[in-house]
């Protein structure tokens, strides 16, 4: 009796999953915003902390991809609801480079390249903002997110080629810049549980996530037009826990360099900020500024 019940009880756990999800159409446009924003943050608008790690390449022609470092990052965000019933993603977010034979944060890096020491200046980009949902233009279909399932999971691919004209200019800057343009792409991957994004008492779902990016150097590299790109590795996740779950090697670093990054943003503002733009405004500017 004791066996059958115990059967009884998966079975019908099973079968109300089940029900659940079917209640959650990925291909309604209201369900599909939905789902995202439960994987991405939180319905509730609390604060909602993403985690990831990860490796960075140089890929240089004719040689074989070389590590440069590990990093570490983490982003705080918060939807919140405006006035046309947009969802708006309000969120910052702050990443180390680390030494990738001892984990250590970087401060200065020897770069093999050039023989010369630089300093490293870590990702530090607020806001990181975004619009999602609200009516579509006139003649247009609703924006369906490309959330897929395959049984109990629902996984998100996301590519973002990107180009657009560099903030750092080669004309102004030509140790920093490499080139007119900033060429490079980002490459996103979301996994959840489908009984947790339809159950209606979840707020926020726990998710795993992949992230991938393309990138030209870095400025503070100062590698100028030498041919060559930045491939990112990364892996990570949310943390239900929130700021208090980021290892505490990492959290302490932030808590006493950039405590502001700890939370997200309570206004909406814009454009959003890029290592690039950050750069620009932080350090250049301030050398040109400080220049008789």
Same mark, same amino acid.
């Given at each position: 009796?004791?066996?059958?019940?115990?059967?009884?009880?998966?079975?019908?756990?099973?079968?109300?999953?089940?029900?659940?999800?079917?209640?959650?159409?990925?291909?309604?446009?209201?369900?599909?915003?939905?789902?995202?924003?439960?994987?991405?943050?939180?319905?509730?608008?609390?604060?909602?902390?993403?985690?990831?790690?990860?490796?960075?390449?140089?890929?240089?022609?004719?040689?074989?991809?070389?590590?440069?470092?590990?990093?570490?990052?983490?982003?705080?965000?918060?939807?919140?609801?405006?006035?046309?019933?947009?969802? =708006?993603?309000?969120?910052?977010? !702050?990443?180390? @480079?680390?030494?990738?034979?001892? #984990?250590? &944060?970087? %401060?200065?890096? /020897?770069?093999?390249?050039?023989?010369?020491?630089?300093?490293?200046?870590?990702?530090?980009?607020?806001?990181?903002?975004?619009?999602?949902?609200?009516?579509?233009?006139?003649?247009?279909?609703?924006?369906?997110?490309?959330?897929?399932?395959?049984?109990?999971?629902?996984?998100?691919?996301?590519?973002?080629?990107?180009?657009?004209?560099?903030?750092?200019?080669?004309?102004?800057?030509?140790?920093?810049?490499?080139?007119?343009?900033?060429?490079?792409?980002?490459?996103?991957?979301?996994?959840?549980?489908?009984?947790?994004?339809?159950?209606?008492?979840?707020?926020?779902?726990?998710?795993?996530?992949?992230?991938?990016?393309?990138?030209?150097?870095?400025?503070?590299?100062?590698?100028?037009? =030498?041919?060559?790109?930045?491939? !990112?590795?990364? @892996?990570?996740?949310?943390?239900? #826990?929130? &700021?208090? %779950?980021?290892? /505490?090697?990492?959290?302490?670093?932030?808590?006493?360099?950039?405590?502001?990054?700890?939370?997200?943003?309570?206004?909406?503002?814009?454009?959003?900020?890029?290592?690039?733009?950050?750069?620009?405004?932080?350090?250049?500017?301030?050398?040109?500024?400080?220049?008789?």
């Amino acid at each position: 009796m004791r066996l059958r019940g115990v059967l009884w009880a998966v079975t019908m756990a099973a079968v109300s999953a089940t029900a659940t999800a079917k209640d959650l159409d990925l291909k309604n446009p209201e369900d599909n915003l939905k789902a995202f924003i439960k994987m991405r943050a939180s319905l509730d608008g609390k604060d909602t902390v993403t985690w990831w790690t990860g490796q960075v390449f140089a890929a240089v022609p004719d040689e074989r991809p070389k590590l440069l470092f590990g990093f570490e990052g983490m982003n705080v965000a918060r939807m919140e609801k405006d006035q046309d019933g947009n969802w =708006r993603m309000l969120s910052r977010e !702050y990443a180390v @480079y680390k030494d990738p034979k001892t #984990g250590a &944060i970087l %401060e200065t890096w /020897s770069n093999p390249w050039t023989q010369s020491d630089v300093t490293v200046f870590h990702v530090q980009n607020d806001p990181v903002n975004h619009v999602m949902g609200g009516a579509p233009k006139e003649g247009q279909s609703p924006r369906l997110l490309p959330l897929k399932q395959h049984g109990n999971d629902v996984i998100m691919g996301l590519d973002v080629p990107l180009a657009y004209p560099n903030p750092i200019s080669p004309e102004e800057f030509p140790l920093h810049s490499t080139g007119a343009m900033y060429v490079g792409s980002e490459h996103f991957g979301f996994y959840a549980r489908m009984n947790e994004l339809a159950d209606p008492d979840v707020q926020s779902a726990p998710i795993s996530i992949a992230w991938f990016r393309e990138a030209p150097w870095l400025p503070w590299m100062e590698m100028g037009d =030498r041919p060559g790109l930045l491939i !990112y590795s990364g @892996y990570g996740k949310k943390l239900m #826990g929130g &700021i208090d %779950e980021l290892p /505490s090697d990492f959290k302490a670093y932030i808590e006493k360099n950039a405590p502001e990054y700890l939370t997200a943003p309570k206004h909406w503002v814009q454009p959003n900020a890029t290592s690039w733009t950050v750069y620009k405004s932080k350090v250049l500017d301030q050398k040109q500024r400080e220049t008789p």
